[in-house]
């Protein structure tokens, strides 16, 4: 069994900055393929970041360049580097671990970015 704990979020203006954790604890795995997700009120969940277990990483369009996912397998954490906060980033944020037989979520870290 696996558990995910997000932390990190919180209120923030236009521009600034904020850094999700997600920690894990359980079976991690080395292959585990992260990924953060977001949802905004009366919107689906979308998919934000990836990280592979090769260290490859992919973003929606809308955050490239300004959002950064990272991992330290040691911690059994991934990060969610957030720059240059938008209004339209507002969201609940989830942590992921999918295996493909079984998908593992965290309870989720609100980030409001007021204008």
């Known amino acids: 069994q696996v558990q995910l704990v997000e932390s990190g979020g919180g209120l923030v203006q236009t521009g600034g900055s904020l850094r999700l954790s997600c920690a894990a604890s359980?079976?991690?795995?080395?292959?585990?393929?992260w990924s953060w997700y977001r949802q905004a009120p009366g919107k689906q969940r979308e998919l934000v970041a990836v990280i592979h277990s090769g260290g490859n990483t992919n973003y929606v369009e809308s955050v490239k360049g300004r959002f950064t996912i990272s991992r330290d397998n040691p911690k059994n954490t991934v990060y969610l580097q957030m720059n240059s906060l938008k209004p339209e980033d507002t969201a609940v944020y989830y942590c992921?671990?999918?295996?493909?037989?079984?998908?593992?979520w965290g309870q989720g870290t609100q980030v409001t970015v007021s204008s």
């Open positions: 992921n671990i999918n295996r493909g037989f079984q998908s593992y």
């Open positions: 359980g079976s991690i795995f080395s292959f585990d393929v």
